[in-house]
């Protein structure tokens, strides 16, 4: 440089990621080679391991947590990871399973958590490998991209169905993740990737074993991702990138096979929720789409596949209900936006559960913080359209559940509640009230 200042190792970083993406997007064509070189440097290792750090997360099958790895020394770990890498004797253990609760009762979704090593390794190759794919994804891909997000991709739903496109698919695919063929996938990175101990090193997170509880108290190993050759490891780092570049086949494919201008169509996605606009009719769109899922060997979920036409039928979409809203004026309706029921009750469940009887000897301080910090990270999220009338009914179930609390905690007769109005629950004890004008939002939102 000019200047003959001396690059920090995260601008080194930033420097080489921004050089990737600028010859990816020139040449769309060109194969990177000679980058597994990179990925044991200490500049990115160390860059890797404060992403790391920061997301935080639970301890892997090895019990090693970051205060471990800090006791030991970071700089002293992460060499000896580097070294691994190097020498090629690095090796993935198995994936940690929980099981996450759905709404469905009784019903879980399976996510991994990888030891703290191999979500650095993971997002040490991901800083190198990101960048480069990032100029191959399509603009309707929406989710863990820089400058775009699950607001983007509402408000793209919402342009199209303005702009006449109300024939709705709305698409649900089956246990995506662990759908995803590896020849498909491995072949999407080769196109772009040359670098073959990059490649095995991918191979090799795609197939690491899944350590799972045995139904009698016990753990077993299972690796059926690598007898079936199929699925992305969900909870890694590398995942969400990997099943986006498998999502570019379809998308594309979409495009290039014509059915984007013959169906009058376009697609809005964002990770494994996808949903195609058109001006043709919906069952048309699906029956394509499932000729070309059957070629990608991704099946579609047909129970929960819709086909509608919006706004006379509304339909839900990364929490949001899109579909015919009516103005509090009564002056007419509109296509718009708004929190879903089942986004609502969603979150008065969690309210429900922060103010339990088991937190009864929590100060109340402590409580309401939860409280505000869940609210409000909920409402920041649900910020777009008619929100009003949802985040009223929030409010009246924080306020009812926070009194109860109370009212145990201090032994108070719940007849008795008018020792805890609303004007001391938002004024003494700081209760956030949801409302546009709190969060700083615009007035009015179609």
Known sequence: MATGKRLTGPEKVRQLRTVLHAKAKEEPERRFHALIDKVWREDFLAEAYRRVRRNGGSAGVDGEDFAAVESYGAERWLGELARDLKDGTYAPKPVRQVLIPKKQPGKFRPLGIPCIRDRVAQTSALLLLEPIFEADLQPQQYAYRPGRSAHDAVRRIH?????????????????????????????????????????????????????????????????????????????????????????????????????????????????????????????????????????????????????????????????????????????????GTRPSPASVQSICRKISELTARRYGRLASEVVVERLNRTMVGWANYFSLGQVSPAYSAVNRHAVRRLRQWLCRKHKTRLRDYVRFPDTRLYGEYGLARLSRRTLGLPSAQA
């Open 159 to 335: 342009g199209l169905l303005y702009k006449g496109h109300n024939e709705v698919l709305e698409l649900d695919l089956a246990n995506h993740f662990g759908e995803i063929p590896h020849a498909g996938l491995m072949k999407s990175l080769a196109r772009r990737i040359s670098d073959g101990r990059m490649l095995a090193l991918i191979k090799a997170w795609l197939e690491m074993p899944v350590e799972e509880d045995d139904g009698q108290g016990g753990k077993r190993l299972t690796n059926r991702s690598r007898k079936q050759r199929k699925g992305t490891p969900q909870g890694s780092p590398i995942s969400p990138l990997l099943s986006g570049l498998y999502m570019r086949r379809f998308i594309l494919g979409f495009k290039v096979l014509g059915h984007a201008q013959r169906f009058g169509a376009e697609i809005v996605n964002h990770a494994d929720d996808v949903c195609i606009l058109g001006t043709t009719p919906a069952a048309d769109m699906l029956a394509a789409v499932r000729r070309l899922m059957d070629g990608l060997r991704l099946p579609i979920n047909e129970r929960k596949t819709r086909c509608l036409r919006c706004p006379e039928e509304p339909f839900e979409f990364l929490g949001y209900r899109i579909g015919r809203n009516y103005r509090p004026t009564g002056e007419g309706a509109y296509i």
